[in-house]
């Protein structure tokens, strides 16, 4: 069992910078890979980014390439999503997700899910 809680969300003008952060419990957060999904309202949650679980591997979007860095840090039990260049269309709730079978971009791929956090970019 792996609990998640995310933390970082606020609002920001657009061009601006957030860093999320997802804190899990337990001792085998290392053996998990972990990602993060956004849904804005009336849409689908969507991936964003993933991390295999030694941080070695990640993927991203194609809309979020060059502006957002996925990292994790094991010993701390955090993965974290730094997000630069923010525009209106990245408003969304975020969600950091983790998986026992490697990274993967689909929100059925993940067995555990935080409560997400808000951001809002303003144009």
């Known amino acids: 069992q792996v609990q998640l809680a995310e933390s970082g969300g606020g609002l920001v003008q657009a061009g601006g910078s957030l860093r999320l952060s997802c804190a899990a419990s337990?001792?085998?957060?290392?053996?998990?890979?972990m990602g993060w999904f956004r849904q804005a309202p009336g849409k689908e949650r969507e991936f964003v980014a993933a991390?295999?679980?030694?941080?070695?591997?990640?993927y991203y979007t194609d809309s979020v390439k060059g502006r957002f860095t996925i990292s994790r840090d094991n010993a701390k039990n955090t993965v974290y999503l730094r997000m630069n260049s923010l525009k209106p269309e990245d408003t969304a709730v975020y969600y950091c997700?983790?998986?026992?079978?490697?990274?993967?971009?689909?929100?059925?791929?993940?067995?555990?899910w935080g409560q997400g956090t808000q951001v809002t970019v303003s144009s």
């Open positions: 997700a983790a998986s026992p079978l490697g990274p993967n971009v689909v929100v059925v791929g993940y067995d555990y």
């Open positions: 337990g001792r085998t957060f290392s053996s998990y890979a």
């Open positions: 991390i295999n679980y030694s941080g070695a591997r990640t």
